[in-house]
C-alpha cells in the first residue's frame, strides 16, 4: 500500500486529516458463493454415526455476522457422553493394534478428502464462527489439512517420537476445544491423537459446532473404523462431563485460563493425564532498527487476524521510544484501510465478533481503557447494523498497570506501551502471567537471538508473526498451559514412553 509517510506524524500539532473507511479505495462487493451444505440440524456423532441425543435437547447455532439461525445441534447430556466414552472405548483396542502405516492411510484419506471439500467448509467455517473467507479459505482449511498429512506421517514411525524407548497410545482421550479456530483446533487435537493409536471423544464450542459436526462426515467417508472419533456438542457443562468422565485417559483443553484452572484442580489426585492450552498477552517488539513498514504490517497481522481471537495474537505492543511516534502514526493510517464487515466478502479484513457474549467482553475492556486513561484510537469506519461487530482499536498511553495492557481481550483490541532499553523491553515483556507468544522486529539477527532467549514464551517469532507449520511445537508457559501440540514433541503428549 502507498505509505504517506511524508505526512506530519498525527500527534503533532498539524495533524493529518484522519483517513476514513473507503477514503482510498472503493471496493465492490466480492462474495463468496459456494454451497456450505448445511443440514437444519446436526446430531451427535458416536460410534461412527449420526446419533439424535439421549438429552432430547437441541441448541440454535447462528451467523454471528447477522444473527441468523443456522442450524440446530443436539446437546450431548451425561448419558450421551457415556455412550461416547463407551464407543471410544470399545474401538481402541483394534485401532490401537492396527499397523502404523494402516492408521496413517485413514489420515491421508481424511486430508485429502477435506482438501476435496476445501470450499464448502470454509463458507460453513466463516458462517458459523464470523472469521473472514479469505482467513478460512487461505489459512483455517489448508491449514487443517496439512496437520493431518503432517500426522498421517507420523503414524508408521511412531519409534523416532521418543528414540531408544518404546511407545504406546494412552487408551481413551477427552478433547475440549474453543470457538476461534474450529476446524483447526480439531485438526491440531485428532491428528496426533488418532496417530498415535489413541481413540477420542471431543467436544466442539457451543457457537462453533457445523464444521465439527460435518467433519464427522467426512471421517465416514474416510472410512474411519466406529467409535474411533466421537462428536459431542453442547456448552461448558458437557466438556465438564467430558472432563470429569472415569473412562478418560488423557484430557486435552484449548480455552480460557479460568476454565483451564478449574479442569487442573478437577483432576488433581487421578491419573489422567492433561494438556492445557490456555490464553495469553503477548508482547510484539518493535526495536529501533526495525523495517518500520514491515513491522507495522506484522503488527496488523498480529492483532486484527481473526478479529483477535487468537491466544497467541501480539497485544501487546512494545516499541522503542525513539521510534513510537512514527510506529503508531503508520499504525493508525493503516487500521483506517481495513475493510470490516460482512466476513463472506473475500475482501473483508475483519469480520465478525464471534458471539454476542464476546463483544460484550471486549466492549467492558476497552471501556476500562478509556476509564483508566488510556487514548484510545478507531477508524471512522460504518459497522453492519446486524450481527457482532467491533472497530480495529489501538490504545495508545498506556501502562503495565492498566487492564487491558494485562487481560486477555481477545478481539481486535491493540495496546500500545514504551521502553526505552533491550532489558526493559525484556523486563515488560516477561511482566505477564502468560507465556504463550511473542514477537521481534529488528535488523539484526544478535538481538534476535538474545531476545529470543529472554522472552518467557513457547513460541517467538522474528520479524514476522502468526506463522503456523504442523511440524513446530506450539504452547505456553505460565498460565497460558502445559504442554505442546505440532511436531514431535505434540506427539508426546499422547504417548506412553517406556
Ligand atoms: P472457555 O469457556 O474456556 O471455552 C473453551 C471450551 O471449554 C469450550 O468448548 C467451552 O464450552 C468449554 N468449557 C466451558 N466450561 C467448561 C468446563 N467447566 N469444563 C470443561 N469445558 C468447559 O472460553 P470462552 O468462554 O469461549 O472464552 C472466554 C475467554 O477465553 C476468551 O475471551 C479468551 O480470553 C479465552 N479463550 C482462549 C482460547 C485459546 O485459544 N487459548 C480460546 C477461546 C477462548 P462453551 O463453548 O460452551 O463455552
Ligand atoms: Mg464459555
Redesign the pocket.
Known amino acids: 500500500m502507498p505509505a504517506p509517510s511524508a505526512r506530519p506524524s498525527s500527534r503533532s500539532s498539524r495533524r493529518a486529516p484522519e483517513l476514513r473507511f473507503g477514503d482510498r479505495w472503493t471496493f465492490d462487493p466480492a462474495p463468496e458463493t459456494a454451497d456450505p451444505k448445511l443440514k437444519p440440524r446436526y446430531d451427535l456423532f458416536i460410534n461412527g454415526r449420526f446419533t439424535a441425543p439421549k438429552s432430547g435437547r437441541y441448541f440454535e447455532t447462528i451467523n454471528p455476522a447477522d444473527e441468523r439461525k443456522l442450524a440446530e445441534i443436539a446437546l450431548a447430556g451425561a448419558a450421551d457422553v457415556d455412550a461416547a466414552y463407551a464407543a471410544a472405548r470399545r474401538a481402541f483396542p483394534a485401532w490401537s493394534r492396527l499397523p502404523g502405516a494402516e492408521r496413517g492411510k485413514y489420515l491421508f484419506r481424511i486430508a485429502r478428502l477435506l482438501q476435496d471439500r476445501a470450499r464448502e467448509f470454509a463458507v460453513a467455517e466463516t458462517l458459523n464462527g464470523g472469521k473472514p473467507i479469505k482467513e478460512s479459505r487461505d489459512f483455517d482449511v489448508p491449514m487443517t489439512a496439512a496437520h493431518f498429512f503432517y500426522h498421517a506421517g507420523w503414524a508408521d514411525k511412531l519409534e523416532y517420537v521418543a528414540p531408544g524407548a518404546r511407545v504406546a497410545p494412552l487408551g481413551v482421550v477427552g478433547q475440549?476445544?474453543?470457538?476461534?479456530?474450529p476446524l483447526l483446533?480439531l485438526a491440531w487435537k485428532l491428528g496426533p491423537a488418532l496417530a498415535a493409536g489413541n481413540t477420542v471423544v471431543l467436544?466442539?464450542?457451543?457457537?462453533?459446532s457445523i464444521t465439527c459436526l460435518k467433519f464427522a462426515e467426512i471421517l465416514q467417508e474416510a472410512g474411519l473404523p466406529p467409535g474411533v472419533v466421537n462428536f459431542v456438542a453442547?456448552?461448558?457443562?458437557?466438556?465438564?462431563a467430558?472432563?470429569a468422565h472415569p473412562s478418560a485417559d488423557k484430557i486435552a483443553?484449548?480455552?480460557?485460563?479460568?476454565?483451564?484452572k478449574?479442569?487442573l484442580r478437577?483432576l488433581a489426585g487421578t491419573e489422567k493425564k492433561l494438556t492445557l492450552?490456555?490464553?495469553?498477552k503477548a508482547a510484539n517488539l518493535i526495536l529501533d532498527d526495525a523495517p518500520l513498514d514491515q513491522a507495522v504490517e506484522g503488527i496488523v497481522n498480529g492483532i486484527f487476524f481473526n478479529q483477535g481471537?487468537?491466544?497467541c495474537a501480539g497485544s501487546r505492543l512494545l516499541v522503542q521510544e525513539s521510534v513510537a511516534e512514527e510506529v503508531l502514526a503508520r499504525l493508525r493510517r493503516r487500521i483506517a484501510t481495513l475493510r470490516v464487515g460482512d466476513p463472506m466478502d473475500k475482501n473483508t479484513d475483519i469480520g465478525a465478533i464471534n458471539?454476542r457474549?464476546?463483544l460484550k467482553?471486549i466492549t467492558a475492556l476497552v471501556a476500562s481503557g478509556v476509564r483508566e486513561g488510556a487514548t484510545l484510537h478507531q477508524p471512522a469506519c460504518v459497522l453492519p447494523e446486524k450481527g457482532f461487530y467491533f472497530r480495529p482499536s489501538v490504545f495508545s498511553d498506556v501502562t503495565m498497570s492498566h487492564r487491558i495492557a494485562r487481560e486477555?481481550?481477545?478481539?481486535p483490541v491493540l495496546s500500545v506501551l514504551t521502553f526505552r532499553t533491550i532489558d526493559e523491553a525484556v523486563e515488560k515483556a516477561n511482566n505477564t502471567a502468560y507465556g504463550?507468544s511473542a514477537g521481534v522486529w529488528t535488523g539484526k539477527g544478535s538481538r534476535i537471538l538474545k531476545l529470543s532467549a529472554e522472552l518467557k514464551a513457547g513460541v517467538v517469532w522474528a520479524n514476522t508473526y502468526n506463522k503456523f507449520d504442523p511440524a513446530s511445537p506450539f504452547g505456553g508457559y505460565k498460565e497460558?498451559?502445559f504442554g505442546r501440540e505440532g511436531g514431535r514433541h505434540g506427539l508426546l503428549d499422547y504417548v506412553r514412553v517406556g
Not at 475440549?176 to 479456530?181: A, E, G, K, T
Request: hydrophobic share 40%.
Open positions: 475440549v476445544i474453543p470457538w476461534n479456530f483446533m467436544k466442539p464450542a457451543e457457537t462453533t453442547g456448552a461448558g457443562e458437557t466438556g465438564a467430558v472432563v483443553f484449548t480455552g480460557s485460563t479460568e476454565v483451564g478449574a479442569i478437577s492450552e490456555l490464553g495469553g481471537h487468537v491466544c458471539s457474549a464476546q467482553r486477555e481481550i481477545f478481539g504463550l497460558s498451559g
